[in-house]
């Protein structure tokens, strides 16, 4: 298991901020690898590291999460657009609750089933 130099709640809490910040811009979608290269342009100054290494925020999510596009679907405030085999990604703006990530965590995702008795 790889061993970062912050927490993960500050880890997250960064992310979300990040891409918060970069999706609010003009309420327009962004192509999901300029969102990529946004979160680590704008992440660097935090300085992530593993074992004395400097990663970037997309290597984090990758490692931990299978990627960012996993990390995205996680929640329901962010959106995924796929237009001619495109993805872009959109913020849902008002499903943030005060600034609690965890209210937006999906249960499960679409490719999930629950069954109910």
């Known amino acids: 298991m790889t061993q970062w130099n912050l927490s993960e ?17 003009e309420n327009k979608s962004y192509h999901l690898n300029k969102v990529v ?23 984090y999510l990758k490692i931990e999460h299978r990627g960012i596009l996993n990390f995205i679907e996680e929640y329901n405030f962010y959106g995924i657009i796929v237009d001619n085999k495109q993805r ?7 499903l943030i609750k005060n600034g609690d990530f965890n209210y937006g965590k999906r249960i499960t995702k679409d490719s ?3 069954i109910i008795c």
């Open 37 to 59: 290269e946004l979160l680590n342009k704008e992440a660097i100054k935090y300085k992530l590291n593993d074992n004395k290494k400097l990663n970037s925020f997309s290597k």
């Open 9 to 25: 709640a500050h880890i997250f809490e960064i992310i979300h901020k990040t891409l918060i910040n970069i999706l609010s811009d």
């Open 88 to 94: 872009y990604v959109t913020l849902y703006k008002e």
């Open 112 to 114: 999930d089933w629950i």
